[in-house]
């Protein structure tokens, strides 16, 4: 009796969660794959090829390094400073990993190939819910989402928007991603420990962001958890 009356139940509960889990994921692909199409475009004012580009998008998949790496080359930089400047805007990943590592268990080659979907969005959408599976689900449906958009778009960009100049500006993208995360963000900043982390953080990103290299600001920010300690 009590097997059979509570399938039904959960049926509807595991539907909900999914269909929102989906909506978060696709939200949050479209939202940054207008990006992706800026990423084609300034590729293509660096110098570098389709191939190149989409190789960008498809082996180091991280938006903002790839940003800092193409500025480098473009701006005349060397490899090395271009490497430097995706490492460190890209180390906030280790805490990424850390908080997702429950949900991706598997052989080696598995956690490796999965980690490649590791950045920002799939592990704000995985991290939305606390149940082992849930976040998997999300993580992958945000993390292949945008994966694939993204690769869409830099095609897109490097070859049919290479001559835009700024597009990110005049068409007011540089607001578009902001947006997505806050909404994400905003209904788990329910306690006062999670508000003071927020504030925390944010405040001492804001006062590294003219003296620090390009990275640090955002990986020091993690350092906000330290407020939660004085805050119940």
Known sequence: MSDSSNGPARAPADDRIRNELLRQALSISLAVAPFGVVFGVACAEAGLSPAVALGYSTLVFAGSAQ???VDVLG???????AVTAGVLLNLRSLAFGVAMAPALTGPVWRRALLSQ???????????????????RYGFLA????VFALWNA??????????????LIERTGLDAAAPAAFLA??????????????AVAGSLLALALVPIAPAG???????LGIV??????
């Open 142 to 145: 945000a993390g292949l989402g």
């Open 227 to 232: 407020a939660a300690r004085w805050v119940r």
């Open 117 to 135: 979907l590791i950045i920002d969005e799939s592990t704000a959408v995985g991290t939305a819910r606390p149940e082992i599976r849930w976040r």
């Open 216 to 222: 640090v600001p955002i990986v020091a920010a993690v």
């Open 75 to 81: 701006d005349g930089g060397t490899v090395a400073a």
């Open 67 to 69: 940003f800092a790496a």
């Open 153 to 166: 778009a830099t095609l897109v960009g490097v070859t049919a928007f290479s001559s835009s100049g700024d």
């Open 184 to 197: 994400l963000l905003w209904p788990r900043l329910a306690g006062a420990p999670q508000r003071a982390v």
